[in-house]
């Protein structure tokens, strides 16, 4: 089975890589492309792999390209995780937004418009070139904004690329470990668009475990999300949100610190991975060592700025290990092998929920099987959440409108509509600074 890596120079390749050697099964993955538009990145992911691969009988055969339609024919599965003006245009992105009140994450309000903005016509020229040369491979979509990127990808290739995140993951895992019960076993009943969605029970054998771990503080504030929002706070709500709510929540005090931080978290993973892919062109470098140590140290600050706020402390080792490509790999199997199972994906909402048309990209729990992945019905949302989840898809529609048309009044529209960003004016200087920064922006008129 043939896997294609689109951002195959991207510094997590290799835990996609690693995952991989570790699946004996039949039906496995047996030859890895890697595509990326920057040779030099491609070789120093190249050389990481080797080593990986260097004591695992029948690992994988890696090849590299910078030719986009070499890297897709054949394809069985694609996993596009590119990142369009790299991580200077995520640093850029968040220095106009702060410079301008408001917040610059790249998924997240002002930053992850700018990002939409830039990624949505190359998603788009990547999923009609699928279309076209691998009309039978499924695209599994890591690039963020993984939702929105999803749905401008699905215009071409409907139900076959399916949009995946690791935050609904963790948190259901952190969620049924402070309950003493088994995550595999557990239905995480989890809603909303990804990065704004919110656990609302927790079933086990049954019996919805979630209303015990609300009512009892001290197990609300003994995980990540506790100490982020504080258990009154979700005791308001009645669950538990992605940690990216967080920006939503507690907005003020999330610009305000990342104002007063010394670098953007996209400065420091710039300047972080610079040194990373510097050292990689010495020869006698050690490959798989160095990325382990510069892994280590950017799962450990994720998200700093935010548990400084709330005075959340250190993350836990158990967060530090990522989990993305373990979802990845246990999509791919379930399709390839009819290996039925459960997953939190981003796929076309076909009547699940209901205030959202059927086109729109959601995060819900899917069954997943060899015909692809097919969402569950869910319970209604709260008002609250359901103003918030319609706010920010009719943003994310006014992005596709934007990209598709090239036209800078809908742009501004799209900055001005969300609820992080509060003057029409401030969406117009936004405009101005992003298309003057990026020149993947140059096509708004």
């Not at 259901?172 to 969605?197: F, Q, S, T």
């Not at 009512?215 to 100490?227: R, T, V, W």
């Not at 319970?379 to 898809?393: F, I, N, Y």
Request: hydrophobic share 45%; charged share 25%.
């Amino acid at each position: 089975m043939r896997l294609t890596i689109l951002g195959g120079g991207g510094f997590r390749v290799p835990l996609v890589y690693g995952a991989l050697l570790g699946d004996r099964a039949e039906g496995r993955v047996t030859h890895v492309v890697l595509h990326d538009l920057d040779a030099g990145r491609l070789s120093a992911v190249a050389r990481v792999l080797a080593e990986q691969a260097a004591d695992v009988p029948d690992a994988p055969e890696v090849t590299v390209t910078t030719d986009l339609d070499e890297a897709l024919r054949g394809a069985d599965f694609v996993f596009s995780a590119i990142r369009v003006g790299g991580l200077e245009g995520r640093a850029a992105d968040e220095r106009i937004a702060l410079d301008q009140g408001v917040l610059g994450q790249e998924t997240v309000g002002a930053g992850g418009i700018a990002y939409g903005l830039r990624t949505v016509p190359v998603a788009v020229d990547i999923a009609q070139r699928v279309a076209r040369l691998a009309p039978d491979a499924w695209v599994i979509n890591f690039t963020n904004p993984a939702g929105l990127v999803t749905e401008a990808m699905s215009r071409h290739l409907g139900d076959r690329v399916i949009g995946i995140c690791d935050s609904p993951v963790g948190l259901g895992r952190r969620i049924a470990k402070v309950l003493g019960a088994d995550p595999r076993e557990a239905w995480i009943d989890y809603v909303g668009l990804n990065h704004l969605g919110w656990v609302r029970g927790l079933r086990v054998a049954g019996r919805d475990e979630l209303p015990r771990l609300l009512a009892d503080p001290q197990l609300l504030g003994s995980f990540e999300e506790g100490k982020l929002f504080g258990p009154e706070w979700l005791q308001s709500l009645g669950a538990v949100p992605n940690e990216y709510l967080h920006y939503y929540y507690f907005n003020r005090e999330a610009v305000r610190a990342y104002q007063e931080a010394e670098k953007t978290r996209g400065a420091f993973l710039r300047d972080q991975q610079a040194r990373f892919y510097e050292e990689m062109k010495r020869p006698d470098a050690g490959a798989l060592t160095a990325w382990d140590r510069t892994r280590a140290e950017r799962e450990a600050t994720y998200m700093s700025e935010n548990r400084e706020t709330a005075g959340a402390g250190e993350r836990d080792a158990d967060d530090l290990s990522g989990g993305y490509e373990k979802v990845a790999l246990a999509l791919m199997r379930a399709i390839a092998r009819d290996e039925r199972t459960t997953l939190i994906l981003n796929v076309r909402n076909r009547g699940t929920l209901g205030p959202l048309d059927a086109e729109a990209v959601i995060e819900v729990p899917c069954l997943v099987d060899a015909n692809g992945a097919h969402p569950v019905a869910v319970e209604p949302l709260p008002d609250h959440a359901t103003g918030l989840v319609c706010a920010v898809k009719a943003v994310e529609r006014e992005v596709l409108s934007a990209a598709e048309s090239g036209s800078r009044t809908t742009a501004v529209k799209a900055f001005a509509l969300h609820p992080l960003v509060d003057s029409v004016n401030v969406a117009r200087r936004l405009v101005d600074g992003y298309t003057s920064a990026h020149p993947g922006l140059a096509y708004l008129a």
